[in-house]
């Protein structure tokens, strides 16, 4: 069983910055491969970005390719999504997710385990 808890989300102005983290309770945390999805209110949940389990390798969804990044630090069981030159339409709830392995890193379904979320709003 792996616990992902999420931190850093808040209320920024369009064009500001935020970092989010997710702390994981996994002892081989290096074992899993790591995403962030999102949620707005009515939509289905979204692929933001995902990283592999040395962090070698990371993948955006074109949405927000050149404005977030993901990276993760296995000594601290952590995952980080640096956010920038935010935009209202970011506005969601953001969560972390774990798998160890899958055919696709891309959808919500293949993720064994969540995190509570965290809400980020965007003003304009």
């Known amino acids: 069983q792996v616990q992902l808890v999420e931190s850093g989300g808040g209320l920024v102005q369009a064009g500001g910055s935020l970092r989010l983290s997710c702390a994981a309770s996994a002892r081989t945390f290096s074992s899993y491969a790591m995403g962030w999805f999102r949620q707005a209110p009515g939509k289905e949940r979204e692929f933001i970005a995902t990283i592999t389990r040395s962090g070698g390798s990371t993948y955006y969804a074109d949405s927000v390719k050149g404005r977030f990044t993901i990276s993760r630090d296995n000594a601290k069981n952590t995952v980080y999504l640096q956010m920038n030159s935010l935009k209202p339409e970011d506005t969601a709830v953001y969560y972390c997710?774990?798998?160890?392995?899958?055919?696709?890193?891309?959808?919500?379904?293949?993720?064994?385990?969540w995190g509570q979320g965290t809400q980020v709003t965007v003003s304009s």
């Open positions: 997710a774990a798998v160890r392995s899958s055919s696709s890193y891309y959808t919500p379904r293949s993720y064994d385990y």
